[in-house]
């Protein structure tokens, strides 16, 4: 069973046993049943399940996390892999309801100084900024800004966007200088929550772009969303050439949802959602790439500090025009053309796009950078 880029498959072992059902008791445990059965595909969630044996891992529990959140209750990261099961893990779910977070997510959220505000990537994904959390030396609270739904995003522009993630951040921080950081093209994303800011009359303290390309340099990539799925998949299987023959011929014949079907029903892949559900993650994607790569900044005079990758990452699905394309862009990543010098750094990290992020070394690495900053 494959797992996700970034996401670990939880522990070994007894956390992999499957037990003889039995049916959730309490509040609690009936909601994580409920959220499980959502979030795993299973219809049939028993008390004494394990949540990695059903098909779990951390990126998913994060989500569980989230889920749980919405319900008004809290749970922390490390109890899932302690307590993986279902009733046990019921019992660490502390009742928070009074705590509204306006639709974000509470990464840390004690702290003395100003809260951190993270921007998800394209795919919805923030584990990073868990990752980055863990190793930022700075006493302050930091929480995730809302994604859009994957039910309702069809006619929201970017600007709605921000607008929704800015009424997030003012619950959390009603005013003072807001720190805004957005990795990959999400930095696009933070940064116009900065300008946004600005000329709703707020203050700035930083604008932190990881490894964020200036959005003219994404247009020539922006292709259809079966091209940006299909891609995926082979970047995930590079060792499978024949695979991969097989994906480029999907995508010349099929829409999203019939190559999404046809993958599964020929290759026996497995996942934990409906068909329509994996598309519309995907359609949620492509559309803010889209937006993204079609946005046009205006220039801010705040910090804006880029950590910008040393290490070409090239995709095997890349094509070969591109290769060459993106190794003649800028260290700058093309944001000195907007940015005044005088508000503009950049940083370099050991790392390629993915391994600054997923990389133990290169992570501490770029988190003991942001600290000296934040």
């Not at 779910?93 to 705590?99: L, S």
Request: net charge negative; with cysteine; glycine share 6%.
């Amino acid at each position: 069973r494959s797992v996700p880029p970034g996401a670990c498959p939880g522990p070994a072992g007894e956390a992999f046993a499957r037990e003889a059902y039995e049916a959730p008791q309490g509040e609690e445990e009936e909601m994580l049943a409920t959220i499980w059965s959502e979030l795993l595909g299973q219809a049939q969630i028993s008390r004494h399940d394990s949540f990695f044996a059903l098909g779990g891992h951390s990126l998913l529990a994060i989500k569980m996390i989230e889920s749980v959140r919405r319900q008004g209750y809290s749970m922390k990261l490390n109890d899932v892999f302690e307590y993986p099961a279902l009733a046990k893990l019921s019992n660490k779910i502390i009742e928070v309801r009074t705590d509204y977070h306006g639709g974000a997510i509470p990464v840390r959220s004690y702290g003395r100084g100003m809260p951190l505000f993270f921007v998800p990537t394209t795919s919805g994904d923030y584990s990073y900024s868990y990752s980055l959390a863990e190793n930022i030396d700075i006493d302050r609270p930091v929480y995730v800004l809302p994604w859009p739904s994957i039910h309702t995003f069809d006619e929201q522009k970017i600007g709605g966007v921000v607008n929704d993630m800015i009424n997030a951040l003012k619950v959390i921080q009603p005013g003072g200088e807001y720190s805004i950081i957005g990795y990959s093209s999400s930095g696009v994303i933070a940064y116009a929550i900065a300008e946004e800011l600005i000329r709703r009359g707020e203050s700035i303290a930083h604008v932190v772009l990881i490894d964020t390309y200036y959005p003219r340099y994404l247009n020539s990539l922006i292709t259809n969303v079966e091209t940006l799925f299909v891609n995926d998949v082979i970047d995930k299987n590079s060792d499978d050439l024949e695979f991969i023959d097989e994906l480029l011929r999907l995508k010349e014949k099929y829409k999203l949802r019939e190559i999404i079907s046809l993958i599964r029903e020929k290759y026996g892949e497995i996942k934990n959602m409906s068909v329509d559900v994996e598309a519309r993650q995907w359609e949620l994607r492509h559309h803010m790439e889209v937006e993204i790569a079609l946005y046009t900044p205006s220039s801010i005079s705040v910090p804006v500090y880029l950590y910008y990758a040393t290490e070409d990452y090239t995709p095997l699905s890349i094509e070969a025009r591109y290769v060459e394309y993106l190794k003649n862009i800028p260290t700058d990543l093309g944001w000195k053309a907007i940015v005044p010098s005088w508000c503009f750094n950049a940083i370099p990290v050991s790392g390629n796009h993915i391994s600054l992020i997923a990389n133990k070394s290169n992570r501490k690495q770029l988190a003991s950078k942001l600290s000296s900053i934040l």
